[in-house]
């Protein structure tokens, strides 16, 4: 029954806001991961601090997170919608000056 939630949430996952990567391939230093190296499963969000549908998908991010353990890693990149969201590239800029402290 565990294995099948997992399979049903990845699934909707893939359809949303966030791809994944086998193997962790292609992270960049500049990204904000959690999760073990070694995972054999790495989801990439884009997302926008102003997007609605990314603040959603926040509470499916932590069930998958909690539920894959160390199968999952989760890598965040800032991708700001301007056009829509005015804000969202200041938001970015502010979590990235927040990090480096």
Known sequence: MAQK???ILLNA???NCVGHINHGL???PRDHIRGPDAAPVTLIE???YECPYCGQAEVVIR???DS???DLRYVWRHLPLNDVHPRAQMAAEAAEAAAAQ
């Open 46 to 48: 884009y997302g926008d």
């Open 13 to 15: 996952f893939n359809m």
């Open 26 to 28: 292609w992270t960049h």
């Open 68 to 70: 894959f353990g160390d």
């Open 5 to 7: 939630k997992k399979e």
């Open 63 to 65: 069930e998958l997170l």
